[in-house]
């Protein structure tokens, strides 16, 4: 169950306070597993390794949010804005992706085993080494659509 501490301080402080506290303190485990956190921006903010699994990140700004090594297990993320995110390692597997924006992520050795990529917008994303199916790709949007 997700630590209520970071997810009011995360709700209710701007993403740069978040992001000091995770350079103050690097090795903090961060726990907002099934945390509500749809309709929440979260543009540029730093959560590396962060446990995520069930969240609720629907339709939430994570643009340039930095979410390598993060465990985001069965999480919604359908509608969410992940330009330019760094998903670097994270497990994403069977998590909610469609219709989600990520234009430019870096997915590299993502694993997305049994992820919805339904109609996911995946311009420009690094997927080298990621784990995901042709199957689920055909379902993203077609790559034609990036010109």
Known sequence: MADQQFLEFIKQQPVEKWNLFRYEHPEEAIDLSGADLSQTNLGGINLIRADLRGAD??????????????????ANLSNAN????????????????????????????ALLIDANL?????CGAILREAIVTSAQLSKAQPLDDCL
């Open 57 to 74: 990140l629907s339709s939430a700004d994570l643009w340039e949010a930095s979410l390598n090594g993060a465990y985001l297990v069965e």
């Open 82 to 109: 992940l330009a330019r995110a760094d998903l670097s390692y994270a497990d994403l597997s069977r998590a909610d992706l469609s219709d989600a924006v990520l234009r430019d992520a870096n997915l590299m050795g």
């Open 118 to 122: 339904c109609r996911a917008d995946l």
